[in-house]
């Protein structure tokens, strides 16, 4: 935020400078003659910044500038000599990477003309908060509360967010691809990757597991630090008890994608080609015949033992109500796949699927959820904490739902 200075801006490159309100609104009392007054109304009450970009006849007007403070009410600063059309775009910034809402106006004076001038500025709020990182790789996200949330993926760092205005920020961690990430509470997270490789955060640093000979690792779920389970290629299921990991036989060999579980002794795990596992507290018996008759299934989630839901390839959609797996997807929208879910209630459950599909049931059916214009990608895995829904997005794009 650029301090205020009196007086012409002027030099090869013009821009608007920007401060709180210093002056009357409507008033000449406090104003010189090319202070402009901005109010602005509808702002989403986690805004915490705006980014105010200035055009002059169409041309952009120096670089965007950021006001900090008396959101609703700023002056803005033109060169005396520019006039015209004005064009102001103004946007509602979460974090310098996130933004919640849009709004512009237009006015119209010329060069020199007798001002201040008062400009109204609507702002809209966008379906969801829209983070954008580019050339980052996300595939998985979770967090403990609305100020502790984890987003892993390829050959990254882990990005935290902390719901302080600072937005994602990085924290160091053995390179790798990590596909899903969990945790136990802000002291007990892991993420899994290839070659049985888990990353554990212990509250301050990230450090290295091993399991054992797991292959590939692309799901993880558990009741506490000491009950842990990952699920990998060829039918790997390893049980983490706080201090060793254990290989349990499933008897499957094709690749498990995801684990949830009602308590210690019910737990359920999918995979490809429609297989369905569960843990009844010593061993794995699958489901036979297959509920997705074959087709693979990306994601499983639930709110109860009566209430396990999978999402998977071409929309299936099988819904376990306690007795038997039957088809859940009244009123889904078609979809090349569903890849994960995360189930609140049995009346709210949301869904991530391909070409940046985000789908919610609320007891009596799914529908699909707006998302911001513009977002193309695939919605890979989700997870709700306090009033939001997190979705990340393959292009490096993470979207935060008010529930």
């Known amino acids: 935020m650029q301090t205020k200075t009196r007086g012409r801006q002027q030099g090869p490159m013009l821009r608007a400078a920007l401060w709180g309100l210093g002056c009357a609104a409507g008033m000449a009392t406090g104003c010189t003659n090319d202070d402009i007054v901005v109010n602005v109304a509808g702002l989403d009450p986690d805004v915490k910044t705006l980014q105010v970009s200035v055009t002059v006849g169409g041309q952009p007007l120096g670089k965007p500038q950021t006001v900090s403070r008396t959101l609703s009410q700023f002056v803005m600063n033109l060169p005396m000599d520019q006039g015209g059309t004005i064009g102001l775009s103004l946007i509602g910034q979460v974090s310098s990477d996130c933004k919640l809402s849009e709004g512009s106006a237009q ?8 001002r201040p001038t008062t400009v109204q500025v609507q702002m809209k709020t966008l379906p969801a908060l829209l983070c954008s990182l580019p050339g980052v790789d996300l595939r998985a996200i979770w967090g403990s509360s609305p100020q502790d949330v984890w987003a892993v993926g390829a050959n990254t760092a882990m990005l935290h967010w902390d719901d302080s205005g600072s937005g994602w920020t990085r924290v160091p961690a053995t390179v790798s691809t990590y596909n899903d990430v969990w945790g136990s509470g802000p002291n007990d997270v892991y993420a899994v990757a290839q070659f049985g490789a888990v990353e554990h955060w212990n509250g301050s640093t990230w450090s290295r597991m091993t399991l054992p000979a797991a292959g590939e690792l692309h799901g993880v779920f558990g009741f506490g630090p000491t009950a842990v389970w ?3 290629d060829n039918g790997a299921a390893v049980r983490w008890n706080g201090t060793s990991a254990t290989a349990t036989t499933t008897g499957v060999s094709s690749r498990l994608t995801s684990i949830w579980g009602a308590a210690s002794n019910d737990i359920w795990a999918v995979g490809l080609s429609g297989v369905v596992l569960r843990w009844t507290g010593s061993s794995w018996a699958r489901t036979q015949p297959s509920p997705t008759a074959g087709q693979s299934i990306h994601g499983v989630s639930g709110s109860g033992v009566a209430d396990v839901w999978g999402f998977g390839i071409s929309g299936v959609l099988p819904h376990f109500n306690g007795t038997a797996w039957l088809d859940g997807g009244d009123g889904l929208p078609m979809v090349a796949s569903g890849n994960d879910l995360w189930a609140a209630s049995f009346s709210e459950v949301w869904g991530a699927a391909s070409s940046a599909n985000v789908v919610r049931w609320d007891g009596t059916r799914w529908d699909r959820v707006p998302i911001p ?17 997190w979705v990340v997005i393959q292009d490096g794009t993470l979207l935060r739902f008010k529930r």
Do not use: M
């Not at 006015?107 to 007798?114: A, D, E, K, R, V």
């Not at 214009?373 to 829904?389: E, M, P, Q």
């Open 107 to 114: 006015f119209s004076f010329t060069p020199g003309g007798l």
């Open 230 to 232: 990952f699920v990998g």
């Open 373 to 389: 214009s513009g977002i193309t990608g695939n919605a890979l895995k989700l997870w709700g904490v306090g009033n939001h829904v």
